[in-house]
């Protein structure tokens, strides 16, 4: 995951508050991906993004919004944190040699 | 609702043994099959992709495919402790080439 980062690795928000999550690759790939992972749950797609300011709607998409202006990033937003909210993300990269997709470090998410 | 299917585990195999991995999926318009490794705190990890019915080799590693009875599964010979992780199956959503969905995952632990 050399080419692919994320920001913050880890952050602790309090309920109500917006949060920001940003995921930046250097591998020129046209698709990304915002993940959340929970015990029980597996990994669930929340938005992704298949080029600049074009995004669409995962299976768990209630309460965050993306936006994608440079190839290279794509930002996360909890409009008002809840305690749900609490997960680990990832972002993930994908398109630019096929269907598969490789994954940023995470970011571990706590909302008190 | 697209499903994939993993047996949660714990798999326990010793050292040297075959540890034998399995997924079912519920799409039949699914074309594409991915495992990824993930060790506790970190970031799933690419490790095979099939595309075609029958078997792909890579190392130790051993992907096969069955569309017609929507089964993948992964073989890990001469089974190592640095195996031990958990093994997650994705597979693309036959309507949206470019998106993936994942199972829960299965634990597997190799003893020396």
């Known amino acids: 995951d050399a080419g692919i980062t994320q920001s913050p690795r880890h952050k602790v928000t309090e309920t109500g508050t917006p949060v920001t999550l940003r995921c930046h690759q250097t591998?020129?790939?046209?698709?990304m991906y915002w993940y959340r992972q929970d015990p029980g749950h597996g990994l669930r797609l929340i938005h992704y993004?298949?080029?600049?300011?074009?995004?669409d709607k995962g299976e768990v998409s209630d309460g965050y919004s993306v936006s994608r202006s440079k190839t290279e990033d794509f930002l996360l937003t909890l409009e008002s944190a809840t305690s749900s909210q609490t997960s680990v993300y990832f972002c993930?990269?994908?398109?630019?040699?096929?269907?598969?997709?490789?994954f940023g470090p995470g970011t571990r998410l706590t909302v008190t | 609702q697209k499903e994939v299917e993993q047996n949660s585990g714990p798999l326990s195999v010793p050292e040297g043994a075959i540890a034998s991995l399995n997924c079912t999926y519920s799409?039949?318009?699914?074309?594409?099959f991915f495992w990824y490794r993930q060790y506790s705190g970190k970031s799933p990890e690419l490790i095979m992709f099939?595309?075609?019915?029958g078997d792909k080799e890579d190392g130790r590693f051993t992907a096969q495919l069955n569309k017609a009875s929507q089964y993948v599964s992964l073989l890990i010979r001469d089974s190592q402790p640095s195996d031990s992780a958990t093994y997650l199956c994705?597979?693309?959503?036959?309507?949206?080439?470019?998106?993936?969905?994942f199972g829960k995952g299965t634990l597997l632990t190799v003893n020396p």
């Open positions: 993930a990269i994908g398109g630019r040699t096929g269907l598969e997709q490789y």
């Open positions: 591998e020129n790939h046209r698709y």
């Open positions: 993004s298949y080029g600049v300011k074009d995004t």
């Open positions: 799409d039949r318009g699914s074309q594409s």
């Open positions: 099939i595309y075609s019915n």
């Open positions: 994705a597979v693309n959503n036959g309507g949206s080439n470019y998106k993936l969905t």
